[in-house]
């Protein structure tokens, strides 16, 4: 009597902990599930916020230049970004390149700025119009930094430089230079340019 009785507890424990184990399967089912629609309903708007902000930017870009330019030119470009303070978040330049402008646009976005168009909210884009080899130390030292950018070529290792025209606290070539070799660690014998840019400011 009593090996049967403990038979049928023991079956009714294990019957129990299959419940048990079921209904516990089912919550965590649903938990999960709950979670993940939870997730997928809050990330939604958010990344979709974040595909218009990114596709905007680009196009406005784009927009801007073709006003003037074609998308088939090909242009020397600077483009800088800055958040609703002011502050740059990144820039990016070219001195030469042999890719239409709507190429290059395209590379460069999404290399370099595509992450921060959530919190652009200034793009700058300066369009080179000229620019020209100086070998004239005094005649660079005398051109306004208000209407000439400075660009500087180490002839070794070919790493440049650039200070753009009309740039914050920059009131001469002196400055201009010394800064590009502090910024970025330019040192030896350099070829030196000026240049003269169109430039344009989009507010997004």
């Known amino acids: 009597m009593y090996s049967i009785q403990r038979y049928q507890s023991n079956s009714c424990i ?6 048990l184990k079921i209904k516990f399967s089912h919550l965590l089912w649903h938990t999960k599930n709950k979670y993940q629609y939870d997730v997928y309903r809050i990330m939604t708007p958010n990344i979709n916020s974040l595909i218009i ?8 870009i784009k927009k801007t230049l073709y006003e003037k330019h074609k998308p088939e030119d090909k242009k020397w470009i600077f483009i800088s970004i800055f958040d609703i ?3 740059i978040i990144a820039s990016q330049w070219s001195l030469s390149t042999d890719l239409p402008l709507e190429n290059y646009l395209q590379q460069i976005y999404h290399q370099f700025f595509e992450q921060h168009a959530h919190i652009t909210k200034t793009i ?6 000229s620019i020209i080899e100086e070998t ?3 005649n660079i030292l005398s051109l306004p930094t208000k209407e000439y950018g400075i660009c500087i ?21 002196k400055t201009a230079l010394n800064l590009i070799k502090k910024k970025y660690g330019i040192s ?15 507010e997004l």
């Open 85 to 87: 303070n002011g502050h």
């Open 14 to 19: 294990s019957f129990l902990f299959e419940y």
């Open 188 to 202: 030896g014998n350099v070829q030196m340019y000026s240049f003269r840019t169109e430039r344009i400011t989009v």
């Open 153 to 173: 070529v180490n002839t070794e290792t070919q790493q440049s430089g650039v200070i753009l025209p009309n740039t914050k606290d920059v009131n001469d070539v």
């Open 136 to 138: 004239d130390i005094k």
């Open 53 to 60: 902000w990114i596709t905007r930017m680009l196009d406005t």
């Open 124 to 129: 700058v884009i300066d369009i080179v119009q």
